[in-house]
């Protein structure tokens, strides 16, 4: 969602890149830069979340975006990788070492070029995703993700899968992690913005709500109207069992998540069927 004015002067003079950013949410076309953030918190044993900014590209709103973070042995894997500020990235670095970025959402991304080039992290996106800006699919990615990963990949942190919307355009996944009962790490699908932070600005206070945002145990409103899954893929996400949703947007979720998203996914199921229907007939 970030798009800001270009940064070629890293510490380690290795990232000087003239990419470009992604997706719906970094329709510029220059190196996002690090925004505020907060510190990382440990919510669950070697899984860390923490708290950044997402300035929309083109657009005067300002609002939060989460990083998780999954730490095994002394590797670590970044979920929606949000470039942090250098002392972030030296609190990032005392946990371990960066060795693998996970993109799950389709309009995400904008900063996965920062941890490849700056930690040589091996980056992992859902296949079908391309690093694009703005909403052409069809234009000239600007990045090249190492591996291309679907339902049936092993992932580089055990005991975890992916569930991925497949006919959702772009495609669009949540991360499953086997352990505390279910954990789903999620990019634009699932959110829980319960109310704007310190990291909306006024104008996204103000329009945020109005556009359908800032609920709990919410489906990304915008996401569900341009991306159009199916129902099918909602039902599948139901069907999964967990306890735990660590969102891309919004507060975490720590225990009973799944009955607390149930209506909210029931809906888009609903919304999904009538949308089908009107198709049908036209
Ligand atoms: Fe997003």
């Known amino acids: 969602m970030v798009a800001a004015k270009q940064r070629t002067d890293s510490p380690s003079g290795r990232y000087r890149s003239t990419a470009v950013t992604a997706g719906m949410h970094g329709q510029a076309r220059e190196l996002p830069v690090a925004l505020p953030h907060g510190e990382l918190r440990e919510l669950l044993p070697d899984i860390f979340l923490v708290t950044g900014t997402m300035k929309m590209a083109g657009r005067p709103l300002t609002f939060s975006r989460n990083m998780t973070v999954l730490r095994e042995?002394?590797?670590?894997?970044?979920?929606?990788?949000?470039r942090l500020e250098e002392h972030g990235l030296r609190s990032l670095e005392q946990l371990g070492t960066i060795d693998n970025v996970i993109r799950l959402a389709g309009f995400h991304g904008t900063d996965d070029p920062f941890y490849k080039h700056r930690y040589g992290a091996r980056i992992w996106a859902v296949k079908g995703q391309s690093y694009v800006s703005g909403f052409d699919a069809d234009a000239t990615p600007f990045f090249q993700a190492?591996?291309?990963a679907g339902a049936a990949s092993q992932l580089p942190v055990s005991g975890s899968k992916l569930f991925v919307f497949r006919s959702a355009k772009p495609p669009e996944a949540v991360m499953v992690l086997l352990r505390d009962g279910g954990i789903l790490i999620s990019g634009d699908s699932l959110q829980n913005w319960c109310a704007a932070d310190r990291y909306f600005n006024l104008m996204a206070r103000l329009m945020m709500p109005a556009m359908?945002?800032?609920r709990s145990h919410n489906i990304g409103p915008i996401w569900n109207k341009v991306a159009r899954p199916a129902a099918e893929d909602f039902e599948g996400l139901l069907a999964l069992r967990f306890?735990?949703?660590?969102?891309?947007?919004?507060d975490e979720v720590m225990g009973n998540a799944r009955e607390l998203y149930r209506p909210a996914i029931e809906k888009a199921i609903a919304g999904a069927l009538c949308g089908s229907e009107r198709q049908l007939k036209s």
């Open 73 to 82: 042995n002394n590797s670590l894997t970044l979920i929606n990788s949000v």
């Open 243 to 250: 306890e735990h949703v660590l969102p891309a947007h919004g």
């Open 212 to 214: 359908g945002f800032v």
């Open 146 to 148: 190492d591996e291309l």
